[in-house]
Every structure is written in structure tokens, then in C-alpha cells.
């Protein structure tokens, strides 16, 4: 996507986030430690705020599935991400593989859980219709297909006793399959993001081109599964809040190819900055969840989730990463005053209440409230690569 680590991480800053976790896709060929080395090469002298990785696993040769002791032991990232869609997914044998190995040493498996065979049915029959509009990009990856990827992967985690982290869950069926395997007692754990807790399907119909905003993998879904998820929140069944942050632009980018057809779109939407303003704007001031269920699925559940051991509360002898933070500062999220490197925020015009006012990472005021938006004041390469510590099971 176009963020670099430079202007990501400035927008985290500004947006009161104090580390980041970023995907480090395993390129063919790649050890799990070449990845690391790379993704960390591009992030040298470019941070703003603290980092760490999450490695994708695309090419998972024996010799991977056997080096995720080491990733979990000594780099110091013992989460690993799968996906059951698009041409490097995994199957269900190696997902099996994983989840015993991270089992094992204190790892976590994280899956985006779509069906792909229901996707490229679906792809091939609005192609033949003709039907290509951005519209169709959610047509075509429907909540059953989230669903069932999601009781997939946690019949795997029930039959092999170990633990699976469903990122960026989008639908009230998905949640319902994650709930029912939580009430059997199989660690099945999930994230969303602000998206689809706030957005719905209709915005693809938006006029022209401007559905594309919009296409994401999974895609917005309905009014019902906004609801559902925020009670997933509630209820506990959602631990974390993420934002699967993953910018491109509209002119130049998104409508390369895809003005024709959907499935050309660039899949991702920027939401890395905008975090904590929609979910204490919409979530806390709304109702919709405490002021501490808040901090719990920004912070404290995350750092714990992820074994980021010095931070997620503010304690003696953990890094001093803390948000000032005016619960009634009024903003309107604007893509002029956002630092995000793309053309175009989803929540244009929103008005929010709550804002950042001074953000610190590790004792260094990295951003700050500035007449009518935020402003970075962190220095690149301030930033370092955290290494995180084997998860506990839960």
C-alpha cells in the first residue's frame, strides 16, 4: 500500500497510536528471518512511534513450518498470519501444521477466514452478467462465505487444542460461528476494525467511481452486522480493535483497472489515524461501549494478545506510550488534516468529539493538538522494533 513507514507511522502518532504491528508477507523462497530483515531494513530511520511484525506465512516449505520456533523464541513475533483466500492461501493440512507448532511454543495463528471457492463462483457469474460495478465486489464475497471459513478454522483449532485470532471479522454470522466455538471452550479469538462497526454495503452504490472507496476484503456489510459486532465488543466475543490500515488512491490507484471491474479494484481503505477518534466518538460517546471497554480492545487486550510484555497499560516500568486525551474536542475528519499518504478518508465530513491532544512513545511527545488538527512532532527513526514475548495461553 502507500504508506511508507515514515508517513504511517506519523499518522499513528497523530491518530494516538503508540505502536503499530505491521504484516510482513513471506515473499517464495523467503525464511521467515529474511522477511523480518527486509520489512525491518525498510523501517530503519523511518519510525515515528514503536513497531513490530506479524509474518505472513505464503510459502510454507518444511523448513518454515520448522522456523516458527525461532520466530516465536528469538525474533520476537510469535503471532503468523494465514489466508484461506486468493492464490497464496493456505490449506487446511498446513493450517493444521501451524496451529500444533504455535501451540507448542506459545504462538498464535491469525486467519482471514473467507471461503474461496463461494468467491470465485460468485466472481465468475457476475462476470458472465456483466455485472462489474463496486457493488458486486461485496456481492461477491457474501457473509456465508466469511462463515464458513470461520467454523473451517476453528474446527481445526477444537481438533488440534490450540488457538486462532480471526482478523478483521466483518459479519454477524461470522461472529456467530466464533461465539459458539468460544461457548464450547475452543480459543477462538477475534478482531475488527472501525469499518465494520460504522460503514455499510449502500456506500458502494455512492455516485461515479466512489464505491471503490469502499472495496476491501472482507467488504462492508449490513446495518445488522454493525449491531452484532458491537455487541460481539460487549460481550467479549471481539477482544481487539484494529484497523487492517492498507491505503490506496483513488485517482491513480484505485481506478487503474478497476473502473470496469471490480475485481481490479486495489482491496484496502486507510484507517489508521482515525482509530481511537471513531471508536471513542461513535463507541464511547454514543453509548455504545464504556470508556474502559475502549482502552481494553485499543490497548490493554491487544498488548496482551500479542505479547507486547512494556505496554497496554500505564505501570511502573513499562514504556511510558501514553495519550493525553480530551473526550471533548470536537473534529471533522477531513482528508486535509489527516497525515494518512492517500487521497481519501471513508469517514469524510464525520463529525467527531474526542481527540488526541498529546501523544507520547516512551516518554517522547511524538504528536500534539494544533489550532484545528494534530501534529506530528516525533522525530523518524525515533521509533524501534519491538520484540515480543511467547503468548501465554489464555
Known sequence: AQDDYETGTIAAACGG?????????????????????RKKSWAKDKVVVDYSLHPAIMDPRPEVIEEIKDAIQKYGTPSFKIFMVYDFRVDDATMIRLLKETKKYGGLVQVHAENVHIIDHLNEE???????????????RPN???????????KMVEMTGSRI??????????LDRV??????????FAETCPQYLLLDEELYKESGFNGAKYVMSPPLRTKESNTALWE????????????????????????????????????????????????????????????????DVLSTATAKMFGLADKGEIQVGKDADIVIFDPKQKFTITQEKLH???????????????????????????????DDHVECVGEKGYGRFVKRVPLMVR
Open 179 to 188: 461465539k459458539e466455538a468460544r461457548n464450547k471452550g475452543v480459543n477462538v
Open 144 to 154: 456465508i462465505a466469511e462463515e464458513e471459513a470461520v467454523s473451517r478454522a476453528a
Open 232 to 295: 460481539g465488543i460487549n460481550q467479549g466475543h471481539v477482544q481487539v480493535v484494529a484497523t487492517d490500515h492498507c491505503p490506496f488512491d483513488i485517482k491513480g490507484k484505485k481506478d487503474m483497472n478497476g473502473t470496469d471491474d471490480y475485481k481490479k479494484i486495489p482491496n484496502g481503505a486507510p484507517g489508521i489515524e482515525t482509530l481511537l477518534m471513531l471508536m471513542h466518538s461513535e463507541g464511547v460517546v454514543k453509548g455504545r461501549i464504556s470508556l474502559e471497554k475502549m482502552v
Open 165 to 174: 485470532y480471526i482478523v478483521h471479522l466483518s459479519s454477524k454470522e461470522g
Open 17 to 37: 497510536v503508540t505502536c503499530v504491528v505491521d504484516f510482513d508477507l513471506q515473499q517464495k523462497g523467503e525464511s521467515i528471518l529474511q522477511a523480518l530483515e
Open 126 to 140: 457476475f462476470e458472465k452478467a456483466g455485472k462489474l460495478a463496486p457493488y458486486y465486489h461485496a456481492k461477491s
Open 340 to 370: 494518512m499518504n492517500v487521497d481519501y478518508t471513508p469517514y469524510e465530513g464525520m463529525q467527531v468529539t474526542g481527540m488526541p491532544v498529546q501523544v507520547f512513545s516512551r516518554g517522547k511527545k511524538v504528536s500534539e493538538w494544533k
